[in-house]
């Protein structure tokens, strides 16, 4: 399983950018996809994930309504939305999956087993 994240960038407070994360070699069609951040000096965080075949999603408390993760099989693409952007948003996002089910533990990073390069954004003030 190999997995290209991109699309980051700098944007100003309050903008919206588009990420995505190509995700080859997943035949398990009950994995979480998820995308996670990582701002410097701080653990990676879980930000939102999406169910590989039914679509079901999750999203971390402070990013509900403003971000939008989505999937698209026929591309092999999974894309997060984000919009409203804050300065606390600016970190290095990653996007991952495992070959394994949907559970409760979806949010922990320790759980996935594949993961992209990462890709920057930057909220400016």
């Known amino acids: 399983v190999q997995l290209q994240a991109s699309g980051g960038g700098l944007v100003e407070t309050g903008g919206s950018l588009r990420l995505s994360c190509e995700v080859t070699?997943?035949?398990?069609?009950?994995?979480?996809v998820a995308w996670f951040r990582q701002a410097p000096g701080k653990e990676r965080e879980f930000v939102a994930a999406?169910?590989?075949?039914?679509?079901?999603?999750e999203y971390l408390d402070s990013v509900l309504g403003r971000f939008t993760i989505s999937r698209w099989n026929a591309k092999n693409l999974v894309n997060l939305w984000l919009s409203s952007l804050k300065p606390e948003d600016t970190a290095i996002y990653y996007c991952a999956t495992r070959d394994r089910e949907w559970a409760p533990d979806i949010r922990r990073s320790y759980r996935y087993d594949y993961w992209g390069q990462g890709t920057l954004v930057t909220v400016s003030s």
């Open positions: 999406v169910h590989w075949s039914r679509g079901d999603t």
């Open positions: 070699g997943l035949t398990f069609g009950r994995s979480p």
